[in-house]
């Protein structure tokens, strides 16, 4: 689904870091305590990122993001390569590093996970020729800007290619998934994605390779670690319906030994009103698992969905209505956090302006929406989820902020 956001990039160059201070922050007119602490530059007129897609991650006073597009542009990069940053809660943003491609990634889409340093995956870039403009990689940095290290190159093939997950430590190891790579098969003609392990060291292993079909493929969420295992989603694969040709997507239990468990496969339909094409990850409230499907619901506008991991039994919990009678969101397709008991998280798309939401779900209970995204001088289009950090609920806007190249936003819920 990211494809068509993917830029091949060329030779590394250098460039002075920089740190840039915080834009005017904006004041949501309708949600109390929401602002927008930093937007991202004017693609062309400076060495800033934009486009950011990924969620943040908190640590050392800080948090942690990517953007897709910015930073170095050359021959093969016309918007740029995306870059590595910090921000902290005043809006003063930092690039840690900007990709170049070739040998190095290019096209972050995902977070990074913290542990001393920052380890994060490209979805492009490397070097491997299989790919086009490379296959992607998983890189280290440090979280004071020390250089970034290329830790693997995914090869494409056998190898998994287009990471476009944040990583999970779960033990000394770090777990992950790429989108196609692995197997190939007449469903899958680019490989239906896998499951990978990797040690801080470097080491690559793939523990699991997708066959599509009812096995589930292209799995595009992070995975997350429960009860001593790893369970995440697929966003194709699984169930075929007249609305799903390539399968609704899955919900699937997985070991470090790479025993895998199909949980659930979503069979969208207006019949069954269940979800379907999971983008996001799962999180653990009550003994059961949430996370969100980017289609399906009871108005095909996607949903949030629970399942108990030990029967595999799922339930949706709110199907999202928007642009009729109410103002709801639409299409969410980043996962969800748990704060006090009660689940936040983001829609693509609805609200007053059609532009996305931050919403919140109590279980049981319903769905409120939090604030409604107006567009530039706001965010608009989160493509991904929330961060805990203090009393406050940060995220990040696709689009939008005062150059409409992306924002960092803040809410007190």
Not at 179 to 186: A, E, L, R, V
Request: glycine share 18%.
């Amino acid at each position: 689904m990211y494809a068509a956001m993917l830029t091949s990039c060329g030779a590394r160059s250098a460039l002075p870091d920089r740190v840039a201070p915080p834009f005017a922050s904006w004041s949501s007119p309708n949600a109390t305590g929401y602002s927008v602490i930093y937007s991202f530059a004017q693609f062309g007129k400076s060495n800033d990122g934009n486009r950011p897609m990924s969620d943040l991650r908190a640590a050392a006073g800080a948090l942690y993001g990517t953007t897709v597009y910015g930073g170095i542009t050359n021959a093969n990069c016309a918007l740029g390569c995306g870059t590595l940053f910090s921000i902290d809660t005043s809006g003063r943003e930092r690039v840690l590093h900007r990709f170049t491609g070739g040998s190095d990634g290019a096209a972050p889409l995902a977070g990074v996970v913290i542990d001393g340093a920052l380890y994060g995956t490209t979805s492009a870039g490397g070097g491997a020729t299989g790919c086009g403009d490379g296959c992607g990689t998983v890189y280290k940095a440090g979280t004071g800007g020390t250089p970034e290290t290329v830790l693997h190159a995914f090869k494409g093939g056998t190898d998994g290619a287009d990471p476009v997950a944040r990583m999970v430590r779960f033990g000394s190891v770090f777990y992950g998934t790429t989108q196609y790579g692995g197997q190939d098969t007449p469903l899958c003609p680019s490989g239906c994605g896998t499951v990978f392990s990797m040690r801080p060291d470097g080491a690559e292993r793939v523990i699991y390779r997708f066959k599509g079909g009812k096995d589930g493929a292209n799995p595009s969420a992070p995975l997350y670690v429960y009860g001593g295992r790893l369970y995440g989603t697929t966003q194709y694969g699984g169930a075929t319906t007249p609305y799903c040709s390539t399968g609704c997507g899955t919900i699937f239990q997985i070991s470090v030994t790479g025993v895998k468990k199909t949980l659930h496969a979503f069979h969208y339909s207006p019949a069954s009103t269940d979800g379907a094409f999971p983008a996001s990850g799962l999180i653990a409230l009550r003994s059961k698992l949430y996370g969100t499907s980017f289609g399906g619901g009871k108005h095909a506008q996607g949903t949030v969905f629970a399942i108990d991991p030990s029967t595999g039994s799922e339930l949706v919990v709110h199907s999202f209505l928007c642009c009729h009678t109410v103002t709801d969101g639409e299409y969410p397709l980043a996962g969800l956090i748990v704060r006090n008991g009660i689940l936040f998280g983001t829609t693509r798309e609805g609200g007053v302006s059609g532009r996305g939401t931050v919403f919140e779900v109590r279980v049981p209970g319903g769905e409120t929406v939090l604030h409604d995204f107006a567009g530039k001088p706001d965010g608009a289009t989160p493509s991904a989820g929330l961060a805990v950090f203090g009393s406050q609920l940060y995220g990040t806007a696709a689009d939008g902020g005062a150059r409409s190249e992306g924002a960092v936003f803040a809410l007190t819920p």
